[in-house]
């Protein structure tokens, strides 16, 4: 909708033209399980340095989500922090992939509002939001993994790092 704003926020989200941005939106709380991001979003860095990850959000875990991210070596996750409402489109069409991890999440509205720009989604099996009739379908138009498995979620980020699949989920 606003292709030189979302160029914009990719620039500032970006590391450089060739950076592969996941992103992760949400209350920074337990059961949304943002450490395994993080933690995913290192392994698959180690075998693919185009891999980054970028959080939006804020929450009871933030300090600690910030010493995590400061522990990695190469940054290769950011902490934007909160973004305004009426922006999170814009921010949800400057990633290339959105991730969910959570634990509990009965049907985040995130993931539809990420997939409506055309982002292609990787939850966890315990986000409520996927199944054969529901908004997301492994391998037709997103990727599902087992919580609680970085290294499983980090799989995932691998193979989205495949322009082609990206663009078949989106």
């Given amino acids: 909708a606003h292709p030189q704003e979302v160029q914009q926020i ?11 941005l ?6 920074y709380i337990e059961r949304k399980n943002p450490f395994e991001f993080i933690d995913a979003i290192a ?14 959000g804020g929450g ?22 909160f ?6 489109p814009l ?15 009965p049907h985040p509205l995130v993931v539809s509002e990420a997939m409506t720009v055309g982002t292609p989604p990787i939850l966890s099996d315990r986000c409520g939001n996927w199944g054969y009739s529901d908004t ?10 087992t919580c609680g498995k ?10 989205m790092t495949h322009a082609e699949t990206r663009q078949r989920y989106s």
């Fill in 150 to 159: 970085p290294a499983a979620l980090a799989e995932a980020i691998l193979e």
């Fill in 10 to 20: 990719r620039q500032e989200l970006g590391w450089d033209e060739n950076t592969i």
């Fill in 60 to 81: 009871d875990l933030e300090a600690a989500i910030n010493r995590r991210i400061a522990e990695l070596n190469n940054a290769e996750v950011i902490n934007y922090g």
């Fill in 136 to 145: 997301v379908r492994h391998r037709d138009n997103g990727l599902v993994y």
């Fill in 91 to 105: 921010y949800f069409a400057a990633l290339d992939v959105f991730v969910v991890s959570s634990w509990i999440d």
């Fill in 22 to 27: 996941y992103g992760f939106m949400g209350k």
């Fill in 43 to 56: 392994l698959a860095h180690q075998r693919d340095p185009r891999v980054r990850g970028v959080m939006f």
């Fill in 83 to 88: 973004v305004n409402q009426s922006k999170i």
